[in-house]
């Protein structure tokens, strides 16, 4: 297994930090002007040009940073590089669309790098109507910073509130009828232990509140690699406990419906580790 010197993972996570916040200061820019939109899979889930220039805005930085790595991301698909330096980033320039257009606050750019092993090295997510960064480095913690404040290291869910009736899970929903549909069957199993649910909308911002403590776990069906790639790594670092699905690599063409809908992605307290199927 290779190991990593504490200055490349540092100039990694630079990287990561710039390309996820010049994706945020477009998605800052929204001013409540008409949005061009076009549907994506149903009238809730659109792309817009402030998706499409996030996106820009964040290979901008990655591409002048690291002109060797391997893009993928999720409107522009792959970029691939003549000599490879081995490393893959997995960037989602709009986490949490549909809130986006509709003004609720929960939405986010999320930047990741992998090696050529697929360990996930450094993670950002970076929310700019919430004012707030979240980011981790592997072996090094995760870590929150609000509104341009003193950055405080996570340290996961508190223990003790599946006892004490109060603990929370987040979740999320298909937009597809049929798929939603089996989602609320499984709801009643989900929710045992936990005294209320959430669904924010927002993966990468789901998986960082459990990180934050905000929620106690959260747990969702038919995730992309981008939707979980960074706010995993920044739960599993605040001590959490993670589990990512096993998809089909986007660079070997991955995953397909069926798989990515079949499998979980799952964060949280130690006690809910065992709350969650095993797809």
Request: charged share 25%.
């Amino acid at each position: 297994m290779d190991a990593y010197s504490t200055e490349f993972l540092s100039e990694l996570l630079g990287t990561a930090r710039r390309a996820a916040a010049a994706g945020a200061a477009v998605l800052a820019a929204r001013d409540g002007a008409r949005l061009g939109q076009e549907t994506k899979s149903s009238g809730s889930d659109w792309v817009t040009e402030f998706d499409v220039a996030a996106e820009r805005a964040v290979r901008e930085v990655l591409a002048n940073e690291r002109p060797h790595d391997i893009v993928t991301g999720e409107e522009q698909g792959t970029t691939r590089v003549s000599e490879p330096s081995g490393f893959r980033w997995s960037i989602d320039p709009l986490d949490g669309t549909t809130n986006f257009i509709r003004d609720i606050v929960y939405y986010a750019t999320s930047v990741a790098v992998a090696d050529a092993s697929g360990r996930w090295l450094a993670g950002v997510v970076h929310a700019p109507a919430l004012r707030r960064e979240y980011w981790a480095v592997r072996g090094a913690g995760a870590f929150r910073r609000d509104d341009g404040g003193e950055p405080r290291q996570l340290d996961g869910p508190v223990p003790g509130r599946e006892a004490a009736g109060s603990a929370i899970i987040a979740t999320g929903f298909s937009y597809d009828p049929a798929i939603r549909a089996d989602q609320a069957r499984f709801l009643p199993e989900l929710m045992d232990g936990f005294g209320d649910m959430r669904r924010l909308g927002s993966a990468a911002l789901d998986l960082c509140l459990v990180a934050d403590g905000t929620h106690d776990a959260y747990g969702e069906r038919g995730l992309n690699e981008h939707d979980f790639a960074a706010g995993a790594l920044i739960a599993e670092e605040a001590g959490c406990w993670v589990r990512r699905p096993q998809l089909k690599s986007p660079l070997d063409g991955g995953p397909s419906d069926a798989e990515r809908l079949a499998s979980w992605t799952c964060a949280g307290g130690i006690e809910f580790s065992g709350r969650f199927p095993i797809l």
